[in-house]
Every structure is written in structure tokens, then in C-alpha cells.
């Protein structure tokens, strides 16, 4: 089992940024990749940014990319997520999760953050 906890969520102002933080605790020498998803009012939950575990590739979705970095600390197991240049449409519940080894699939999530940002 993994536990991942979210924190660093908040309402910012259209340009600004946040830096949302994700802690692993529990079998994390099982990851594989660790992941971001948001999930806006009325809409499905969405990917926004990926990194594996062991080597750091990234992945990003297009409307975020170069906007948002994604970025991990193995010695502390944590997963951070830079955003910068918000945009309201950014407004979302943020969710961490991770990918373990033995599956294709992203198995353990965190509750989630909110990110609000205003025009």
C-alpha cells in the first residue's frame, strides 16, 4: 500500500503561481510513476503532468505544458508540482497519484487540493 498526501493548494490571482506538494509514505520503493490529475466542476478528472519514479522523465498535458513543471524528491518521496502563469481555467481539485511497478494503472490516490484562481 501507498498513502499520498496533498498540500500547498489555494486561491491565487490570474499569473500567479502555486506549488503543489504530493508526500508517498507506505511502499514507495514500488513506484513506478507518480502522477497529477485535476478535476473541475462538472467535468471529468483529467491527467495534467506525470514523472517516473526512478529516472525523472516527464510528461505533461498540452495545456499545461510550459507552464507547469513536475519534479520529485526521491529522498523525501515527495512529487512537487511548480505551477506558474495560472489561468482560471486552471480552477480544479488537484489529485496526486501513483503508478506502481506491478500494474499499468495509477493505483493509489491522495484526497486532493483545491486550486482556485481569479480574473
Known amino acids: 500500500q501507498v498513502q499520498l498526501v496533498e498540500s500547498g493548494g489555494g486561491l491565487v490571482q490570474a499569473g500567479g503561481a502555486l506549488r503543489l506538494s504530493c508526500a508517498a509514505s507506505?511502499?514507495?520503493?514500488?513506484?513506478?510513476?507518480m502522477g497529477w490529475f485535476r478535476q473541475a466542476p462538472g467535468k471529468e478528472r483529467e491527467f495534467v503532468a506525470a514523472?517516473?519514479?526512478?529516472?525523472?522523465?516527464?510528461n505533461y498535458a498540452g495545456s499545461v505544458k510550459g507552464r507547469f513543471t513536475i519534479s520529485r524528491e526521491n529522498a523525501k518521496n515527495t512529487v512537487y508540482l511548480q505551477m506558474n502563469s495560472l489561468k482560471p481555467e486552471d480552477t480544479a481539485v488537484y489529485y496526486c497519484?501513483?503508478?506502481?511497478?506491478?500494474?499499468?494503472?495509477?493505483?493509489?490516490w491522495g484526497q486532493g487540493t483545491q486550486v482556485t484562481v481569479f480574473s
Open positions: 514523472v517516473t519514479w526512478s529516472v525523472g522523465t516527464t
Open positions: 497519484a501513483a503508478n506502481p511497478i506491478t500494474t499499468n494503472t495509477y493505483d493509489y
Open positions: 507506505g511502499r514507495t520503493f514500488s513506484l513506478r510513476t
